[in-house]
């Protein structure tokens, strides 16, 4: 076991990944949260968001995490990550409100030496608004991606700190920890480090954009996005790992909230962000792509028709539903029937009037019209598209992610789309 | 987008169509018979709306449950100059403040696409208006008079270009490619005719009036098929609706190039059943 004790406040899904993973790097962990029932919940290992390996973590390494709802076990932590989930509303608006409150409690409860870290995402100057005379306060950014939390909070790319003053070393038992995870250490200042998480969004944003905005130009002009998408890796400018696949619009929240915090500095400060307003325009146009098709294909031709939707988390791997693009769309679809099924998700979250819930894909086929795929979860990719071409009434497929195979599908007497290919 | 004040379709106490002689206002009210929805429709030759008379006339017409619809418009073929536009207003002013005093439940404005520019090839309502000729100014400022009224639903509907029979106006597009066709054997257009626009059956603008009649909708909305074609493209269209050989030719372009196209998305998620004509099925 790893030396120094480190706490984690705020149960919620940043926290608790960051909590376990700490644990599984060794390190004896006090997961705090101020809901009793919450973490009674997580006592009985009722863990309430679905991330690939995060259960079997947490039965690993029981021995060294200990859940807690007292404000007085926080006292044996040398580094207190302060970590809950910031909501945001409509408008990409954060809600600080509970994560200061949270603070505020860590301040009162921890040790007048602990090192304290704000992980949850911050705007530019609300951790030095919260510094406090005499306390050691850092910024931290966050890496987690939905559905990949595990892996980036064990292996992060590098880690990214906020200083009141950089030029002075990280306090030992904080960088023995951030040491354990063998990457690259940046200490800057705090503002620099809240900007920094925003300005990494900013670029996946401005790929995906890109991505979306010529992948609806090859569905006009006849070209396919996917024959182009590998010239595109192999430019050392772009990168293999560049942000380059399709999708409706910006989903998660995470990313309209650093858009909005962007505008919102740019407007206050009066520096440009016309791009960013045309980035999530082009979010919203994209996001309505299934809508639009549907419309052509089934809702101006079918009276009353079935549609079969595949998927109502916001992406695979998740049970998050925020800003999902195929809630979305069933937003939409009220006065229509709907067959949903997802792996996850219940269908009562879609909250529709005429929905019926599918025990599984195929079933959710059994006489529909179209096939609508809204979330790329991989067990999708497993289907066979004759058993769906023979379940469904109609042919329409709708696949914007690509996750059934074109050519199969059209085999199979389907007429299938998918983002980025004529339509 | 538009909000229904009416989840479910209601009929309305009783529409008034103010320019019920019109192109779009005489297919409104065939479609609000069609619906067997009550209506009465008002002509320039009742109420002269440029006229401050038309206030009192209005007051005494108008009633606090009516459905207003304001169709009443000169159009650029009437004139396309400063003293056009403040007539125009007046019009509105007049039935502005007859509104003031009988209050209506729903106010209905027609406006026009001439508010946008043409600086993106594709519109939304979502599309910030920069109206390019007065004309286009006119519906902006007469779209904001309308929203001031207070406590009335208020929906503005920007029609592009509206083509079907009986058209009144001579713009450049189906109606005169129909009627140069018929007339002369032979469609003009200007260059190539490579400019993309949307055009809407005078049909399917009456059929949404009457659903956003019955919904008591607010908001705006923008009337298009969401397909556009190129001028040459209409014109092949309409030269094949005769019997005889139409020729298609060619005059010296007096303007750019431009391209619109709509998006219309907002419809649909308002009306998801929705189905237009488009013009290479029209008939």
């Known amino acids: 076991m790893t030396g120094a004790v480190i706490g984690f406040a705020g149960m919620t899904h940043l926290g608790l990944v960051s909590g376990v993973c700490a644990a599984e790097k060794g390190f004896r962990v006090v997961c705090f949260d101020p809901s009793a029932s919450r973490i009674a919940a997580l006592k009985r290992r009722e863990l309430p968001v679905s991330e690939p390996r995060l259960d079997h973590l947490v039965v690993k390494n029981a021995d060294r995490l200990q859940f807690t709802a007292s404000d007085d076990d926080l006292s044996g932590c040398a580094v207190l990550y302060v970590a809950p989930d910031v909501a945001t509303d409509d408008a990409g608006q954060s809600d600080l409100g509970p994560l200061t409150a949270l603070l505020e409690r860590v301040f009162a409860a921890a040790r007048r030496d602990a090192v304290i870290v704000v992980l949850s995402q911050v705007p530019p100057g609300y951790t030095r608004g919260n510094q406090r005379d005499g306390r050691s306060l850092y910024y931290q950014v966050e890496t987690l991606i939905f559905g990949r939390a595990v892996e980036r909070a064990l292996q992060p790319e590098r880690t990214i700190v906020g200083c009141a003053d950089p030029a002075q070393p990280l ?101 440009d962000a016309g791009v960013v307003r045309s980035w999530l325009a082009n979010s919203r146009h994209r996001r309505d792509w299934a809508l639009r098709l549907l419309h052509k294909h089934i809702l101006s031709k079918v009276r009353d028709p079935v549609l079969a939707i595949l998927g109502l988390a916001y992406k695979q791997d998740t049970h998050s539903t925020k800003n999902s693009p195929s809630l979305a769309l069933l937003a939409h679809l ?90 | ?103 209506c439940a729903h106010l209905v404005y027609f406006s026009s696409d001439a508010v946008y520019s043409f600086a993106s090839g594709l519109v939304s309502e979502d599309t910030a208006p920069a109206p390019q000729d007065l004309y286009g100014m006119m519906h902006l400022a007469r779209e904001t008079m309308a929203r001031s009224l207070p406590k009335t639903a208020v929906l503005i509907l920007r029609p592009t270009g509206i083509y079907g029979a009986g058209d009144t106006h001579n713009a450049y597009g189906p109606n005169r490619f129909r009627r140069t066709a018929e007339k002369e054997g032979k469609i003009q257009l200007f260059g190539a005719g490579e400019e993309t626009r949307d055009h809407i059956q005078v049909d399917d603008v009456a059929a949404i009036t009457a659903r956003c009649l019955m919904h008591r909708s607010g908001g705006t909305l923008n009337l298009a098929s969401g397909r556009s074609l190129p001028f040459h493209r209409v014109a092949e269209i309409i030269a094949k609706e005769f019997p005889r050989a139409i020729e298609i030719v060619r005059a010296p372009r007096a303007n750019p190039i431009t391209h619109r196209h709509y998006d219309v998305t907002k419809l649909m998620k308002a009306f998801p059943d929705i189905r237009l004509t488009m013009l290479d099925e029209a008939r």
């Open chain 1, 171 to 271: 306090p030992a038992a904080y960088r023995a920890f951030l040491d354990a995870h063998g990457c690259p250490v940046l200490p800057m200042r705090y503002e620099s480090a809240e900007l920094a998480k925003i300005s990494i969004n900013m670029f996946l944003v401005a790929s995906v954009s890109t991505a979306n905005t010529l992948a609806e130009l090859c569905e006009a002009i006849g070209a396919d996005w996917s024959e182009i998408v590998p010239a595109l890796r192999l430019d050392k400018r772009i990168g293999q790992h560049a942000y380059l696949s399709p999708g409706l619009g910006i989903a998660g929240g995470n990313l309209e909230r650093d858009l909005a915090t962007v505008i919102r500095f740019a407007d206050e400060r009066g520096t």
């Open chain 1, 334 to 423: 009220h006065s229509f029937r709907v067959r949903l099924y997802d792996p996850v998700v219940v269908p009562a979250e879609a909250n529709h009037p005429r929905a019926q819930g599918a025990k599984s894909e195929l079933e959710a086929c059994d006489g529909a019209d179209a096939l609508i795929v809204m979330t790329p979860w991989p067990q999708f990719s497993k289907l066979d598209p004759r058993e769906i071409a023979s379940r469904l009434r109609g042919k329409v497929v709708l696949d914007p992610y690509a996750v059934l195979n074109n050519a199969d599908c059209r085999a199979a007497g389907l007429e299938y789309h998918r983002l980025g290919a004529e339509v």
């Open chain 2, 1 to 103: 987008m538009i909000a229904h004040g009416f989840a479910e379709p209601r009929q309305p106490a009783r529409v008034v169509l103010l320019g019920s002689r019109g192109f779009v206002g005489a297919a409104i009210a065939r479609r609000l018979i069609t619906e067997s929805v009550n209506h009465i429709g008002i002509g320039s030759s009742e109420v002269d709306l440029s006229d401050a008379s038309a206030v009192a006339k209005l007051t005494g017409i108008l009633k606090p449950t009516d459905a207003v619809v304001m169709l009443s418009a000169l159009t650029p073929d009437k004139g396309r100059d400063a003293a056009t536009l403040m007539k125009n207003l007046a019009m509105m002013q007049h039935l502005c403040r007859a509104l003031e005093t009988t209050g």
